[in-house]
């Protein structure tokens, strides 16, 4: 069965400290792996996909097909990163999107 | 603009008293679908559709409808509302394959009391 999995529901930390939002998934094909963000009262946005390579806000995140994960990463923390962020996995072929239950980040500071 | 377009906003309503929440959007997707978000629970998946006339049960289906009579078009029927479908509800589309995943609406806070 599909699923994303991110362990931690909240995650604090300081301004400038390092930070990681952990996301595992198991799917039996070759998903495409994504995370969204959502500041406070506003609607989902899309943070980046790992097919993108690319880096948003100072985010990156890469996608580990071995150990099926898919983790965000920032190396310096910064208070307007404080939001809910979603990692979400698409199935290859066709827009079925399963989310994780989300990690809520604070950064205090 | 491209966009999701969600309405109400906020509702507040009694139980037993059917409501619709509006979503439509202008990209032209195929691919529509409804989420409900609550503390804890994050996003789950109520209902989506892969076109026209094409819709399925997600992982919450109980005590919902949808339609799809048309392709912009996805409203969220609730017959019957119950206090537990008080949450924060999300539409949201994407193109049938490949594109930059969803594009969600803004959101509406129902409120059942």
């Known amino acids: 069965a599909q699923r994303v999995t991110q362990p931690e529901k909240l995650l604090s930390v300081f301004k400038g400290a390092p930070v990681e939002l952990k996301c595992n998934y198991s799917?039996?094909?070759?998903?495409?792996l994504f995370w969204y963000v959502q500041y406070s009262r506003q609607r989902l946005q899309l943070l980046l996909r790992?097919?993108s390579r690319e880096s948003i806000k100072g985010f990156t995140a890469d996608l580990n097909k071995g150990e099926t994960s898919f983790h965000l990463k920032k190396p310096f923390a910064q208070e307007e990163d404080s939001a809910m962020y979603y990692c979400?996995?698409?199935?290859?072929?066709?827009?079925?999107?399963?989310f994780g239950s989300g990690t809520k980040l604070n950064v205090k500071p | 603009e491209a966009q999701v377009t969600q309405n109400p906003r906020y509702l507040i309503t009694v139980t037993g008293k059917k409501l619709t929440v509006t979503c439509s959007q202008n990209?032209?997707?195929?691919?529509m679908s409804w989420y409900r978000q609550d503390p804890g629970l994050g996003l789950r998946q109520i209902y989506y559709?892969?076109?026209?006339?094409?819709?399925d049960k997600g992982d919450v289906p109980e005590g919902y409808k949808v339609s799809r009579k048309e392709k912009r078009n996805f409203p969220l029927i609730l017959e019957s509302p119950s206090p537990n479908q008080t949450s924060l509800y999300f539409c949201?589309?994407?193109?049938?394959?490949?594109?930059?995943?969803?594009?969600f609406g803004s959101g509406t806070r129902l409120t059942v009391v």
């Open positions: 790992h097919i």
């Open positions: 799917y039996s094909g070759s998903p495409e």
């Open positions: 990209m032209n997707h195929e691919y």
């Open positions: 559709s892969m076109n026209v006339e094409v819709t």
């Open positions: 979400a996995l698409r199935g290859l072929g066709f827009n079925k999107f399963y």
């Open positions: 949201a589309s994407s193109p049938w394959t490949g594109g930059d995943g969803y594009t």
